[in-house]
């Protein structure tokens, strides 16, 4: 086989080919409906969900919203490695919009909340899918992994992710403890805890492995700040903590109040802690299998006081 033959074999096979016949594509998103006259094959993904969707498609974004700005923490460590090469636009925050222009992606990927005020002007640079990932639940998500899969022309490869992720999650909730306490969980930062209901990525996640969330969505909002005393208000049996390993949480601060120590879940040793980069800051099938793993390994499932690497200490 010469090279040339090669390079044209290879270009064919190649994921990412679409061929000269592809069909049109047409999809729903948030604002409404996008046609694709061919799978995309330049895509710039604008929220981490996005980009973990797209590599577990065998997918590489050509630009993504990975840098630091307006406070943000760059892409999550799991991912970084497989990200290296992959263009900056911006953060997500605080998208490029020269940065992806300069692209010229055939498809944009955005978040329904904090791509809200800058979706038309994204969609004037390129066709736009406006999905609320930052806001989604397990549901939604894996919805979109299949809306993303149709718009790269991976739909197959979507319908496998997703059966393998039920697989998985029937055989994780094997482990969870028929009549174990609700839960109470929170991403918790040096400033707040907000709390994660049964409407978010990771509560509902909980749910679905075979623990019940104490928290249902209030007024319309799946995530909200609570106080130490509006979390000694809900009494909870059982606590799930999202934190960074490089920030000090404010819960360091509430275990030196008395009405920390009064709450069940230290009162019973069942505080568990997450890293929250792998937890609610990814939210893709990658994150997923990694959550998986661990709340066997935390014995959160299992309602059993937690193992040494999440066991919480402040």
Known sequence: MNRCTALILTTLLSPLAVPAHAAPVTVPHDRGTLTLPAPA?????????????????????????????????????????????????????????????????????????????????????????????????????????????????????????????????????????????????GVVTPTSFTAHTAGSFAGSFLEAVGRRNQLPVRDGQTQYELSLEGLVALQPQTLVLFTAPDETPVTASWAKNPLWQKLPAVKRGRVYTFNRDDWTRGRGPTALKLMLAQTIESRFLQDAAPGSAFKYGP
Do not use: C, M, W
């Not at 900056?88 to 692209?103: C, D, H, I, N």
């Not at 299949?146 to 022309?153: A, D, F, N, Q, Y």
């Open 41 to 185: 094959r330049r895509v710039v993904a604008l929220e981490y969900s996005f980009v973990d969707t797209l590599l577990a498609l065998g997918v590489r974004p050509v630009g993504a919203a990975l840098g630091t700005q307006g406070g943000d923490r760059g892409a999550p460590p799991y991912l970084r490695g497989r990200v290296v090469g992959v263009v900056t636009t911006g953060s997500r925050a605080q998208p490029s919009l020269e940065g992806v222009a300069a692209l010229r992606p055939d498809l944009i990927l955005a978040d329904t909340l904090v791509h809200r005020d800058v979706a038309p002007a994204l969609g004037r640079l390129a066709p736009t899918a406006v999905f609320p990932s930052r806001r989604a639940d397990l549901e939604q998500l894996n919805e979109q992994t299949l809306l993303i899969g149709r718009l790269v022309g991976r739909e197959a490869a979507a319908r496998q992710l997703l059966a393998d992720q039920k697989s998985l999650i029937t055989k994780a909730r094997a482990f969870a403890r028929k009549g174990a306490p609700a839960f109470v969980a």
